[in-house]
Structure formats: structure tokens, C-alpha cells
């Protein structure tokens, strides 16, 4: 079935341009230039995604995340500017599944919404012989413990909120402890349909998980960084 994708931005070219490139992939776009109309669209007529700027008139990203909410569990991606960390982080502790700074590459969102499509099918498939073959087992490697089928993440007990992206990167260093990744191999684990990305943007993501997992464990140092080589998770 094809998925129906809304995209709420008060930037008519954003809306445009996205719209046109979702759709030349298959997908249905409704799109909404301020957050007041996208809410009552939205909770009349639920999307299976819906692609949010945060700041908006009359209703902002947030709080139109919060109204949703209360009553749908649509997954969300946020637009924010490069500097929004904190707006980053209300979204994603209010419940966004990811977030991409603008301006972005179209390829790039459209590889994050397939993937949190594919993760939110994963999580709601019924149980059966075939679906029980195709989930991926959880990961647990000493205090880290990580679900993909629920894109869910704890550290000792407590829950760690990763987006997409980061949750590929963590995975892949954990599945193989001790094994040293290149930037590269990260890369190709968390941007797929050969995405090309700086070198760097591989290094903020790390900075941005470690910075979540030390909010629930300040001496938390399970991602060793070799420099030269790349990174390695530690469950020692």
C-alpha cells in the first residue's frame, strides 16, 4: 500500500519542491502551511508520516507535536535550523522519531522516512511464523539494551530516546564490541541509497549520543574513539 506522507512547513517552496520529490518516489502527499489546519487534517485524517518545521505562525512544530500526541502515534520528523538543539531535544522527548537540520538533502529525508516506515511496519506486524523469521532479535550488550523491531533503547533500566539515524549508528558499533568502524562503515549503516555525507556530520552524531546516554549515566564511555581509525563500543 502506498504510504501517505503530510508535510506542514509556512515555506511554500519547501512545501513544493519536497512534495514533487515524494511523489516522483511513489508516495501520497498532503501538504499544510501552518500548523492550526495540518492539526485538524491530521486528526481527521491520520498520515502514515508526517514531516514537521518547527518554527511556524499560529502553531509551531512543538506544540502541534503535542496536540498530535494526545491522540495518534503518527510518526513524526522535524525540520529544524542547525542551531535548534534545543528545540532537537523537546521534539524528540515529546515524541519525534528523528530530525534533519535545513537546509537538507531531499535524498537524505526521503532514506529517514523510508526507514522509520519500515521500523514503524516491523513494530505493528502480527505475530506469525514469517514475522517472528523477519524481526531482529534484541541486542543487549552489558547495560545497553536495544529493541529495533520498537526502535526502543535503555541503558541500565533507563530509557535513551535516539533517532533513526542514531540508532544505526549505536547498532552497528554494538553489534560487533570491541571491532573498530571507520566513518565510513557507520555511514553506510545509517545513510543508505549511497547518500553522501561529511566525514563529521558521523562525528556529531556520536556527540549527540553520548551526550543522551551521560543524561542518564554522567560516567557513561561504553564509544571509545581511535583516532585515525574510527570508533568502537566497549561493554566491559
Not at 49 to 75: F, H, S, Y
Not at 113 to 133: F, V, W
Not at 189 to 209: F, L, M
Amino acid at each position: 500500500m502506498t504510504a501517505t506522507i503530510a508535510l506542514v512547513d509556512d515555506d511554500r517552496n519547501i512545501l513544493t519542491s519536497v512534495s514533487i520529490a515524494l511523489q516522483a518516489e511513489g508516495f501520497v502527499t498532503r501538504v499544510y502551511s501552518d500548523g492550526e489546519t495540518a492539526l485538524k487534517a491530521l486528526l481527521e485524517n491520520p498520515p502514515d508520516l508526517a514531516v514537521l518545521d518547527i518554527k511556524m505562525p499560529k502553531m509551531d512544530g512543538l506544540e502541534l507535536l503535542r496536540r498530535l500526541r494526545e491522540k495518534l502515534a503518527t510518526p513524526v520528523i522535524f525540520l529544524t535550523s542547525k542551531d535548534d538543539e534545543l528545540d532537537e531535544a523537546l521534539g524528540l522527548a515529546m515524541g519525534a522519531d528523528d530530525y534533519i537540520a535545513k537546509p537538507f538533502s531531499q535524498r537524505l529525508l526521503i532514506a529517514r522516512i523510508r526507514a522509520i516506515l519500515r521500523r514503524t511496519e516491523a513494530a505493528s506486524a502480527t505475530p506469525g511464523a514469517d514475522a517472528e523469521e523477519e524481526v531482529q532479535p534484541v541486542l543487549e550488550r552489558g547495560r545497553l539494551n536495544m529493541d529495533p523491531a520498537r526502535h526502543k533503547v535503555t541503558w541500565g533500566g533507563s530509557n535513551v530516546t535516539l533517532t533513526v539515524t542514531e540508532f544505526l549508528i549505536l547498532e552497528t558499533l554494538a553489534q560487533r564490541p570491541g571491532i573498530v568502524k571507520t566513518r565510513n562503515q557507520l555511514m553506510d549503516a545509517a545513510y543508505q541509497d549511497d547518500i553522501y555525507v561529511d566525514d563529521r556530520t558521523i562525528d556529531s552524531h556520536i556527540k549527540r549520543v553520548r551526550r543522551k546516554f551521560r543524561q542518564v549515566d554522567p560516567e557513561f564511555d561504553a564509544i571509545e574513539t581511535l583516532y585515525g581509525a574510527g570508533y568502537r563500543f566497549s561493554d566491559e
